[in-house]
């Protein structure tokens, strides 16, 4: 059993940044974490997700360049640095956590999830 509590979120214009947290508890080893975000009317996408084996580290092709995602193995926490941001990346973000996770991007691999924290760009 995992354990994740997500932080961090507010309003912010276009071109500013944010950080995310996402602090995990239980059962961490050898987890995989995920950021994922619903904007109002669609469907909950992948982000962004980091192996804790390795810290390999996967991104969808809008935030690569813009958001880094990392760890704190000392805290079980994982981060998420947003920047340039734009109004389109506007969303309710979740952190997630799963084992044996073969696809990062597939939402069903992710048994644990956090309650969300809003993210707001205005232009």
């Known amino acids: 059993q995992v354990q994740v509590v997500e932080s961090g979120g507010g309003l912010v214009q276009a071109g500013g940044s944010l950080r995310l947290s996402c602090a995990a508890s239980?059962?961490?080893?050898?987890?995989?974490m995920g950021w994922f975000r619903q904007a109002p009317g669609k469907e909950r996408e992948f982000v962004t997700a980091i192996r804790w084996s390795d810290g390999s580290t996967y991104y969808t092709d809008s935030v690569k360049g813009r958001f880094t995602i990392s760890r704190d193995n000392a805290k079980d926490t994982v981060y998420l640095q947003m920047n340039s941001l734009k109004p389109e990346d506007t969303a309710v973000y979740y952190c997630a956590a799963g084992r044996r996770i073969v696809s990062v991007t597939n939402i069903y691999e992710y048994p644990y999830w956090g309650q969300g924290t809003q993210v707001t760009v205005s232009s």
């Open positions: 239980g059962r961490t080893f050898s987890v995989t």
